[in-house]
């Protein structure tokens, strides 16, 4: 899996940095918060929150996910879409997953957890 950015005309790119940036500093600052007040809230240090802001470097997983809860964004802000052209069942599990409780999720890892060690 990965993300592209859908272009009004259709053309897809892949996500960069830039993007990225831009988009995480202008909800900072729409949210009239500082880097100090945002790193802090994330736990990162205030100078690696400038490098993800200026485009230097792209957040680590769930450090993008705590900005996201932080400043009340979601993946459509940033224009993103799945894409998946290398095993179109992919899709169909991430809806499963989407739709199951919290109790079913559980219990698929652990299912998948042990067929994997047979594979």
């Given amino acids: 899996m990965y993300f592209t ?4 005309n259709g053309i ?4 960069n ?6 988009i995480i500093q202008d909800s900072r600052r729409k949210a009239k918060l500082t880097q100090a007040e945002l790193s802090e809230k994330i736990g990162i240090s205030e100078k690696h929150l400038s490098k993800i802001e200026t485009g230097r470097y792209y957040p680590a997983l ?3 996910i705590k900005i996201l809860d932080t ?3 979601t993946l459509a802000d940033f224009k993103l879409q799945h894409i998946y052209e290398s095993y179109p069942k992919k899709n169909q599990l991430q809806k499963i997953i989407e739709n ?3 109790r079913q999720i559980d219990t698929y890892i652990d299912v998948i957890s042990a067929l994997m ?3």
Avoid: C, Q
């Fill in 5 to 8: 950015l859908k272009k009004g």
């Fill in 12 to 15: 897809n790119m892949e996500l």
């Fill in 17 to 22: 940095k830039k993007f990225i940036a831009e």
């Fill in 62 to 64: 769930d450090t993008f």
């Fill in 71 to 73: 400043l009340n964004l």
């Fill in 100 to 102: 199951s409780s919290d």
């Fill in 117 to 119: 060690k047979h594979v």
